[in-house]
């Protein structure tokens, strides 16, 4: 027999098991191939019409109108007959694996089409219960409500049969589905029938009715109309008609002959009028279309992570994703190199696409950055407020911050030192509490001793400290209080961050209200408001006075910056905001070359060779920290093997967008650019060995030199991003990791605990470092005492 199978046909494998619940209804199975499949399908589709059919009739007979009647059994005959067409159409080339797209569209469709034979069959009964009590119990034949109770019951038991076949859809093995289809809808006609036997007996027994000789009265559509029924007459009735349909059709004609002025109810309307189930059945069809759009650009490309078949929400690919996003991520490499792909992220549905696109899309100025920036930071949820400020903090870095490089070494150098002294504790003899000192035997001098620090803390604050000199002044960067309150912040913004991103977008504006951390983060910005108004008072009565005086404004920090570019702005939300930028990445890129230069300690002392040279010639020069190349390609390794973000150039579409390969994005279609590349071995020799000298060899090699400084970007090292939107503040961030650097190797040893190894964690997009990995410190004798080189 001719199997019409496709020649790359790959049968699934059927235990004994499977054998046994599939012959249950048959009592033996068939062979795959044309005539299995046409078998199986033709059998669901004759099930499927005579089930519901048969509930039609039921309801046709108690119908008052008989042309109602009609169209019920016509549109539901038609409306099954189009769908088990598609069906065929669909589900038969898909079980003979002519081409992936048949597979793939019977995917959905073949769930699709059984939920709609489920919502048929569900109205359908309940229509017929309604029918009951209106024509039949509310007329005075209170014999039937206990049918319909009991009817209610069976109704349940047999859609549940739908549900079970909808389950067993998601078995491996769809053998199993298959031919245990024909089983459930069997179960199925024998309950309609066993209903239809039950309701003829309720018909003809004179002793279930409650209704007692006499009359009753009713009023419809405001008629007072008196109908006398007597048992006698049910005997009557009985006795010349012995089946349910001959009793059902005398009485609807009688009803039909008394009461021509009933009105129908709302359901009735419904299916009585073909154009609401019809517009229903298009609208049902239109979801699906847009749900899964056939000449949409999306289906072009492939899904690192898709939804299961028929799962509407994209919440359990997004959790996985989450969990298990660097694995999947070089996965996707690997399968995918140069294509595009499609992902359900943290950040939504994104098209990720390779880095060799970069180079011709970095300047697009349709690819915007703010957008899917606000979203993503959820910036449109109170507490998330200095999220909203990077139009302004761009503005606020390249206009200011970064033309101020040159006379803010200094400064810098000099906070750094006293942050130092109180984190990282100095040999002066002023011991904090809880740290191991020593006494040098000869001459009594305190020395000393290893003490553990946490880098992802303790380097936050000496960050803060450092960036709040240049932001926001002398006073205000040596308030406890304010460098507290803002790096809290800071650190709660990216946690509960995380944390919502767990949600569903469109539950975030409601979830927030109910979550601790929320709350929590409201909180701590408002501490910031009261932290920071005493301060904005004294600068404005300073400001008044020199004004008064005529003299000019005495402070040029980011608080007076913003006062000039934005009238109307909240001073501690900005605050924050430029925190947010500066703290966060800086502190976990400094951590990241702490814990590299802990496990290559043989890079320490040429590292600080470089640093007494160049300081000594040079002083504290911008030009100077630029010469500190060695230092420059170690920071740059650290971030090349763990940035702060798996994704970057993030970026979501203003119009259409035609990518290199000729293809083009739809407007709003969002696109990232995945990072693992930059430690593929396609990319960079021994990619997944920390090499210091990398980028200072890159210096020396003619054509590579302006891809190797820290600050520079390209498609292969997106640190810092690249192209129109790459980081504004990174030039900021590599003077003070930098000058930070040059002072804690000068003035401090340092290593890990015994056995401890820094291991970074994937979470969606996000890369964190080693939060509980601690580092050993210990005070050292300086070659160069950098509190006394010039500036």
Not at 646 to 669: H, M, Y
Not at 729 to 749: P, T
Request: aromatic letters at 10%; one cysteine or more; hydrophobic letters at 40%.
């Amino acid at each position: 027999m001719i199997t019409l199978l496709s020649p790359h046909y790959k049968a699934q494998e059927v235990t004994k098991g499977d054998l046994v619940i599939a012959s249950t209804a048959l009592g033996f199975t068939i062979g795959f191939g044309f005539a299995f499949y046409f078998t199986i399908l033709t059998t669901w589709a004759l099930q499927v019409q005579f089930l519901l059919q048969i509930i039609v009739n039921r309801c046709g007979i108690l119908l008052t109108h008989k042309n109602k009647a009609y169209r019920l059994k016509v549109l539901v005959g038609v409306l099954i007959t189009a769908v088990n067409i598609s069906v065929y159409c669909i589900w038969i080339p898909a079980r003979l694996q002519i081409s992936e797209r048949y597979i793939h569209i019977n995917e959905w469709w073949d769930r699709c089409e059984k939920v709609i034979y489920l919502i048929v069959d569900g109205c359908l009964n309940f229509y017929f219960i309604h029918i009951v009590r209106m024509n039949l119990i509310v007329h005075g034949l209170t014999k039937y409500r206990r049918l319909t109770h009991f009817n209610m019951f069976i109704i349940g038991f047999s859609l549940s049969m739908d549900v079970l076949i909808i389950a067993m859809m998601s078995l491996r093995n769809t053998f199993v589905y298959m031919q245990f289809h024909p089983l459930a809808y069997i179960v199925k006609l024998h309950i309609e029938m066993a209903m239809a036997d039950l309701i003829g007996k309720i018909a003809r027994d004179k002793h279930c009715g409650v209704i007692a000789e006499g009359t009753f009265s009713s009023t419809i559509a405001g008629v007072n109309i008196d109908h006398a029924i007597s048992i006698a007459d049910c005997e009557d009735y009985k006795s010349s008609h012995n089946t349910l349909k001959d009793f059902s059709i005398h009485s609807a004609e009688s009803l039909d002959s008394h009461y021509p002025t009933m009105t129908s109810t709302y359901l009735d309307t419904v299916l009585g009028n073909p154009q609401y189930p019809v517009f229903c059945a298009i609208s049902l069809l239109g979801i699906f279309i847009l749900k899964y759009p056939f000449s949409d650009n999306k289906k072009k490309y492939p899904v690192l992570n898709p939804k299961e078949p028929f799962e509407w929400s994209n919440r359990r690919a997004t959790r996985d994703f989450i969990a298990n996003s660097g694995s999947l991520l070089v996965k996707a490499r690997a399968l995918y190199k140069n294509q595009p792909y499609w992902a359900h992220t943290e950040w939504g549905e994104n098209l990720v696409i390779p880095p060799e696109f970069l180079d011709s899309l970095k300047s697009n100025r349709q690819l915007d950055f703010l957008i899917p920036s606000g979203d993503d930071t959820h910036q449109y949820i109170p507490g998330f407020d200095p999220f909203k400020g990077d139009v302004g903090i761009t503005t606020v870095i390249n206009k200011y911050i970064t033309k101020t490089l040159n006379k803010v070494t200094g400064p810098l150098s000099e906070e750094t030192s006293l942050a130092m002294q109180q984190v990282f504790t100095d040999s002066t003899g002023n011991v904090p509490p809880n740290l191991s000192w020593r006494r040098n035997t000869t001459n009594g001098d305190i020395l000393p001793e290893w003490h553990a620090i946490q880098p992802q803390r303790d380097l936050m604050r000496i960050v803060s400290r450092v960036s709040s000199r240049v932001f926001m002044g002398e006073e205000l960067c040596r308030d406890d209080e304010w460098v507290r309150v803002s790096g809290d912040y800071t650190l709660s913004a990216f946690t509960t961050a995380d944390l919502l991103v767990a949600y569903p977008r469109w539950a975030r504006p409601l979830v927030h209200w109910f979550m601790p951390e929320c709350k929590e983060l409201r909180r701590k910005l408002n501490d910031a408001r009261r932290c920071l108004q005493p301060h904005l008072d004294r600068r404005n009565a300073i400001k008044r006075e020199a004004a008064a005086q005529g003299e000019p404004c005495p402070f040029n920090d980011s608080i007076e910056w913003f006062e000039k570019e934005y009238a109307k702005h909240d001073p501690a939300i900005c605050q924050i905001g430029i925190s947010l930028v500066a703290y966060h990445t800086t502190s976990d890129l400094l951590m990241e070359t702490l814990f590299n230069l802990c496990q290559h300690p043989e890079l320490l002392k040429p590292l600080r060779e470089e640093i007494v040279n160049v300081l000594s010639e040079e002083g504290w020069k911008k030009s100077s920290l630029n010469n500190l190349k060695l230092m420059d390609s170690v920071v740059k390794e650290s971030q090349r093997l763990r940035p702060v973000l798996l994704g970057a150039f993030r970026r979501q579409a203003l119009a259409d967008v035609t990518l290199p390969n000729g293809d083009v994005i739809k407007k709003g279609t969002r696109v990232v650019c995945d990072t693992t590349h930059m430690r593929s071995s396609e990319y960079y020799k021994d990619a997944a060995t920390f090499d210091g000298y990398r980028y200072l060899k890159m210096r020396q090699t003619p054509g590579q030199d302006k891809h190797a400084h820290l600050v520079s970007t390209s498609s292969d090292h997106l640190g810092f991003g690249h192209g129109l939107h790459a980081c504004p503040g990174r030039f900021f961030a590599a003077n003070e990791i930098k000058i930070v650097l040059c002072h804690l190797l000068l003035k401090y040893d340092l290593k890990l605990e015994d056995g401890v190894i820094p291991t970074p964690t994937p979470s969606g997009f996000s890369y964190f470092g080693d939060g509980k990995a601690k580092i050993l410190v210990r005070r050292r004798q300086e070659e160069l005492d950098l509190e006394s080189v010039e500036t």
